[in-house]
């Protein structure tokens, strides 16, 4: 079908619309945007600053991307908001365009589920696959890699990193790093409880990955054993060590290498960390749907 804009909808005419796009009553699209081919916005959607967004992503209504970031320190700077394609925001979803830090950008990948009223800070990176359940709020500069999933009313700290096929319990605070394939859960301390089985198994990771995982989830936080005592033992134990745990425990590494049990932590303040082009160690890139 043709692109279609309601009579009711503010677009600004230097705003960019690609093929099929859909702009419900009382949308405002500002002159910075640019949207991909097949995104529909339902209503009360308002896209504005420098946003790109990809192809085939839905927006439904009350949904603000590309707003100022909340921070104290901000000045009005030329940053943006990346967005890949067939990303969902339900009623309410909020998502801020980057502080002028690291490298002034809020991005988001592909087939990504953001829940009504979850929240995406300035300078976040969330990969792609990613769940963000019902009132989710991530901090600034909060990364997470492909497959987690946070659940609802959980809170996520500034410069945290979720690690893939990771989960997060409803109503948790997350302080510290959530290494890939752990479940974080606890009432009163929140804390790694143990490996997300059920999200490895829907991610078609074998058995034997599974069960390394398993042991260095034993060895890390149950054992208590240093992760240089760890690497060497699972690396003797598993002569061919799975990618799964081997992405497992350098993640775990950098974690210690920074402060406060988050990695990213040590770049606090530093230029340009992580783009699409040079991603974090361990870390998908992004990548554009067909």
Known sequence: MATYVSKLAEVHPRATLGENVSVGPFCVVGPQVALGDGCVLDSHVVLTGKTTIGKRNRFWPGVVIGGEPQDRSWKPADTSVEIGDDNQCREGVTIHRGAEKEDGVTRIGNRNMFMANSHVAHNCWVHNDVILVNGVLLGGH?????????????????????????FVGGGFRVVVDVPPYMLHAGCDDPKIATINVVGMRRRGINDEAITAVKRAFKLMYREFKKIDVVRETLEREFPNVPAELELLLSFVERQHDGKLGRGREAMRGKPTVATPDTPEAGSPRIRRAA
Not at 145 to 163: C, E, L, Y
Request: hydrophobic share 45%.
């Open 142 to 166: 909060v990364h997470v890699h492909d497959w987690a999933t946070i659940s609802g009313n959980s809170v996520v700290h500034h410069f945290t990193t979720i690690g893939t096929v990771a």
